[in-house]
DNA sequence: CTCCAATTTTAAGACAACCTTAAGACTTTT
DNA sequence: AAAAGTCTTAAGGTTGTCTTAAAATTGGAG
């Protein structure tokens, strides 16, 4: 995990990054704006702790840059800026947080693992109603009791539960789950989709897989 | 947008109730744990505000719970317990953010709005009055209640909300959702536009979706 | 290497959902 | 009152999906 800290006092950002590095973070320090700011644009970082005065370009400067292009990213203020109008200011920048100095690093710590918790898309768990999936043992289960599925029914529900409340078209499903490329048309999906729904015992009334005709399948809580 | 606001002390309820719809946002109040965690698990917010100290059970176990089926909502503490240690126990738990009474409004709707704007920068729906349409999810509702459409009835229902106060031609309409490009005159268009009607309930004073006479229809606000 | 079992793919008929058409009722305009 | 435009309904006709079974392929054991 990659930690990009923007602060020009010497002191705090050290103090910053040997506790991150403690923690097992990859931490990268910048001391102005303007490097801040580029690096923010041309390497990849999981988050960024900035802080408001800096020589060169302002936090908030950096913060709206950053959002023009990137509105995921993660951005935490860390700031001795602390009236209302100035917290106000700086989330309406962008920011996802904003921590006034003095700051307890315990504090800090946790605001910042608050940001990598809720990075579910690479999770090997999945859940859809009361079924569950787990890349990595390969293994789904529904109300505990587990299905065994084959390679490619694995891959489907897969794909679905992975872009649960998504429409997956044909074409989606096609290229992702057998690496088709090009115009193909033949029932294998729907012979899929048949046999996940009968080894998941899918009735009426637990409609997870659904079909959108003339387009392809969603998966769906209810 | 709905908010849940699990808090006891009343003024607090109803001082952040009536800020928050000011703002447009639709708010539920519990008053006790028990409702509140049962409200979170059975519909659906896009965020919940939770005090710490509740009548039947506390904000953290609400928390706990609420994490154990549902990663993405997010929860934001509102509490007295101010200390570090309780700070970090309540986003160890799985908070988003953690705010300390007595607290600005201006903040507090500040930081809650900070959980509304990834939703929204990748946002596929649209609105027309109480129509919510999300293209991805291909899902239309009406006041919370899912509205199932065929795919020409949801691709002609689109294409009037894309273009919303403004009027689509019979032309633009068969072009647009037909694809045909050439002299053409049959009802299919009256056809759906009646069907679209049914399903979504348009009464005389729920009259969304209107007639342009000798030229097309309209999707309007009203 | 060969055979067997499990998995994947193809194919086809049955089925259901959807789209289109057309015709008569209704509304608005001239 | 006539004409033009729109609404409503219901009956084919079409298309996409489901289901089944058999053929083809794959992977592992002997």
Redesign the pocket.
């Known amino acids: 995990m990659n930690i990009l800290i923007v602060e020009d006092e010497i002191g705090i950002a050290n103090f910053l990054q040997q506790g991150l590095e403690e923690e097992d973070f990859i931490v990268t320090v910048c001391d102005n704006g303007t490097d801040g700011l580029h690096k923010a644009l041309t390497e990849k970082f999981d988050i960024i702790l900035l802080d408001w005065m800096l020589p060169g370009i302002s936090g908030i400067e950096i913060c709206k840059a950053i959002r023009e292009v990137n509105s995921e990213l993660p951005i935490l203020f860390l700031t001795a800026k602390d009236t209302l109008q100035e917290t106000i200011e700086g989330l309406k920048s962008g920011a996802n947080d904003y921590i006034k100095k003095p700051f307890h690093f315990a504090e800090l710590l946790e605001r910042t693992k608050v940001h990598f918790r809720r990075d579910a898309s690479n999770s090997t768990e999945l859940k859809l109603g009361s079924i569950l999936l787990d890349t990595e043992r390969h293994f789904v289960s529904k109300n505990q009791k587990e299905i065994?599925l084959?390679?490619?029914?694995f891959a489907l529900l897969e794909m679905l539960m992975r872009n649960k409340d998504k429409i997956c078209t044909?074409t989606e499903i096609i290229e992702q789950v057998?690496d088709i490329h090009f115009e193909y048309n033949?029932?294998?999906i729907?012979?899929?989709?048949?046999?996940l729904?009968k080894k998941l015992e899918l009735s009426e009334n637990e409609n997870y897989i659904q079909?959108?005709?003339?387009?392809?399948y969603i998966a769906k809580e209810i």
């Open positions: 065994p084959t390679q490619k029914e044909r057998w033949t029932g294998v729907d012979v899929f989709i048949n046999s729904r079909t959108i005709r003339g387009i392809g």
